[in-house]
């Protein structure tokens, strides 16, 4: 049973948004510990897009720099992933992740294309 389920992928042109959602159904994931995002491409491994720590740490990779936002609403058990000015170059399935359990969500596919 996937605990952590992600919204609000899909298709967008180049420069668009979108913004992800993951929520922990039982919330024993989220509570209290680090969040992240993931993607991944075919044939490439996965790879930390953004993560959140329980204290308000965040980090970005440095290709996102700038244009992606994570945040967390910790009474809705969800953490969230603003994608701004989207680029071809984002286009992968992109993964929710609790550092708790190591724990995935199944993923959701976002595809910038013009």
């Known amino acids: 049973q996937v605990q952590l389920v992600e919204s609000g992928g899909g298709l967008v042109e180049p420069g668009e948004s979108l913004r992800l959602s993951c929520t922990d159904a039982?919330?024993?994931?989220?509570?209290?510990?680090?969040m992240a995002w993931y993607r991944q491409v075919p044939g490439k491994e996965r790879e930390l897009v953004a993560r959140?720590?329980?204290?308000?740490?965040?980090d970005y990779a440095d290709y996102v720099q700038g244009r992606f936002t994570i945040s967390r609403d910790n009474a809705k058990n969800t953490v969230y992933l603003q994608m701004n000015n989207l680029k071809p170059e984002d286009t992968a399935v992109y993964y929710c992740?609790?550092?708790?359990?190591?724990?995935w969500g199944q993923g959701i596919q976002v595809t910038v294309s013009a």
């Open positions: 992740y609790g550092a708790y359990t190591g724990s």
């Open positions: 039982v919330g024993t994931i989220f509570r209290g510990n680090s």
């Open positions: 959140i720590t329980r204290s308000g740490y965040i």
